[in-house]
């Protein structure tokens, strides 16, 4: 009864400030920007009160346990080949970027609270995962297993994960079951693995009624993933071999946010195939595509680039004018296709709201890229559009590759 009672102490003065720490310590390699400060590290001259304990609380030898937040142990960076011991009052565990192998069951035995795990950038296979090891977790909320060595999905889990990391492995299949028990999984990232057209065929994602972001980009899929659930926001699915995408596909995905299909062998969309009230960003960049199709009045960014585009038909992607609904398309890359000439200004009336359009070098010859007379076209802004620009950081003068880079960003690959 006591070392319950301290565990209770340790989590009800805990809780109000160890939430602070996820945005200082994101492990995501999407993440670009600086923190505006680091908690854990102690400033001399800032006057601050430490919590204090009646009595001490664990950690490995091996780790760090900060004051400021007591109920996470960091265990990164630190060459370990084993997990070490995990005091029973532990939440977020931070093994990421050692060379650990194995996670056997051993380490894990107290372990009552644990919501957080990352393990990711170590040397992990999946026969080395004890069977069971993370289902018994019943509180585990988010688990980072990208940048191992798996080469099957890791089963079986908890049912109170939401969200759940699995990039850059070796993951070829999925079993029939292995998503059937997390019916919470709200985010899950399969970008850089072995999968394929099989593994499709037994609809996996389909029951995922919470599932809002999948990210299947870097695999070996030809086809478009069936059956995706209708909550679905945001889609990766780029650097595959996908050469098609049926008609009516996004009629059961009226949620999606962000769709990304760049480096897929696309050659032909039907026209309406976007009709989507929600979508903000669409990335066709880097495939064979021909013409343009219909674009969707919520859609802000548009990448056509690398393409065999000769005409940007602005009737198929705008074929009616609603003073009353306009279309919120701010930015158009369009560059190494074959255009001849730019964009018809009647875009200017169906897209009111365009401020860059980037043409760049076209491949109108062979081996000889050419430029349109204005690489760039930049829409004069008002002063209050000008402000609103400034505070996005986009008002440069130039078009740089800097500047491209950026705009491809706007949504990353894991859709921070």
Known sequence: ????????????????IVFCQYEDYDFEDEYDGEPDQHPYYFNPNMQTEVLRFPF???CARECFCPP??????????????????????????YLQNNDIEAVPAGPFTNVTFLREINLSHNKIKSHMIDH???????????????HNELEEFPFPLPSSLERLL?????????????????????????????????VLKGKPFSNMKNLMQ??????????MPPDLPLSLMYLSLENNSISYIPENYFNRLPKIIALRLSHNNLQNIPRNTFNLPNLLELNLGHNKLKQVFYIPRSLQHLYIEDNDIEVINITLMCPSIDPMNTNQLTYIRADQNKLTIPISTYAFF?????????YGEQNVSVNKPTQLRTSVFRRFLTPEEYHEAEDNHETHDHETEEDREAEDNYFHPYFQ
Not at 76 to 93: A, F, M
Not at 132 to 146: I, M, P, R, T
Not at 166 to 195: H, Q, V, Y
């Open 166 to 198: 699995l990039g850059f492995n070796k993951i070829s299949r999925l079993p029939g079951n292995a998503l059937e028990g997390l019916p919470n999984i709200t985010m899950l990232d399969l970008c850089n693995n072995f999968l394929d057209d099989s």
């Open 132 to 146: 069971g090891v993370f289902a018994k977790l019943s509180n585990l909320v988010q688990l980072h297993l990208q």
């Open 214 to 223: 999948l990210n299947l980009c870097n695999n070996k899929l030809q086809t």
């Open 68 to 93: 400021a937040f007591l109920l996470s142990m960091y265990c990164d960076h630190r060459k370990l080949k084993t997990i070490p011991n995990i005091p029973s009052h532990v939440q977020q565990l």
């Open 350 to 358: 169906c897209f009111p709201h365009i401020r860059t359009i980037y």
């Open 56 to 58: 001490p609380v664990e």
């Open 1 to 16: 009864m006591e070392i319950l009672s301290q565990l209770s102490i340790i989590h009800l003065l805990g809780a109000a």
